[in-house]
């Protein structure tokens, strides 16, 4: 362990405290994404699989076998696929009521898988600039040493005062980059989910404006599957 540290220190020590900061914030950026990328996964954000084939079994009018592979979902997706197919049989509400629901419904999960987007923004935003601070820093401090060196101007205190500087641009970058595309990557698996979303309860809706009595469910069945 002391010998992978030990590199690491170095670069810090070598690269001042703005590779510091930077060292920090590229740790806050890989435990977001860590976590993000866990709960892309574990909710299917932009995988729409299983949906599918409760969309499959819908049409094919087996609604209650639709609804119950739905019950338990944590996909978002599955989640209002599954509040508007529990309206839609129970026909406890008028349309623009289920679309209302429904709406406050997926703009709360999708609101909930943005979390961590600023921060990971922020953290893009400002790596380059702090890179470039760094290094402007750096630049200072060579030239009041080669300003220091009167007339015995040695060419390599300039020379390592910039090479030193530019770490801390390199670092910027460095740090900046991966969490871009991850970001992008991020944002669009959330689109995805987004247009599923909107066209699969606008379908649902549109072509399923049913009736109890056109889908022979009892009323028995319709208040258990409202209570799922």
């Not at 930077?22 to 995988?47: D, H, M, N, P, Q």
């Not at 009018?61 to 944590?74: A, C, F, P, Q, V």
């Not at 922020?122 to 380059?128: C, F, G, K, L, Y």
Request: proline share 2%; aromatic share 6%.
């Amino acid at each position: 362990m002391q010998e992978m540290i030990q590199p690491v220190m170095d670069f810090v020590q070598l690269g001042g405290p703005v590779v510091g900061i930077l060292l920090c914030l590229s740790v806050v950026a890989a435990a977001l994404i860590g976590l993000k990328t866990f709960g892309f996964f574990y909710c299917s954000v932009g995988s729409h699989r299983n949906v599918k084939r409760s969309i499959q079994l819908w049409n094919e009018g087996k609604r209650s076998e639709s609804i119950e592979s739905l019950s338990g979902t944590k996909s978002s997706l599955g989640k209002v696929l599954h509040l508007t197919m529990q309206r839609l049989v129970s026909k406890a509400v008028d349309k623009e009521v289920i679309e209302e629901e429904v709406s406050t419904v997926a703009i709360r999960e999708l609101h909930e898988h943005q979390r961590g987007f600023r921060a990971l923004e922020a953290i893009t935003q400002i790596a380059p600039l702090l890179g470039l601070f760094g290094t402007v820093l750096g630049m200072i401090d060579a030239f009041q040493k080669l300003q220091s060196a009167g007339n015995s101007v040695d060419p390599s205190i300039l020379a390592g005062g910039i090479w030193v500087a530019l770490l801390t641009t390199a670092a910027g970058l460095a740090v900046a980059m991966p969490i871009s595309l991850a970001l992008t990557w991020f944002e669009t698996r959330l689109d995805d989910e987004k247009v599923a979303i909107q066209t699969m309860t606008a379908e649902l809706l549109g072509n399923h404006a049913i009736s109890t009595d056109e889908i022979g469910y009892s009323n028995d069945e319709i208040e258990a599957s409202y209570a799922t």
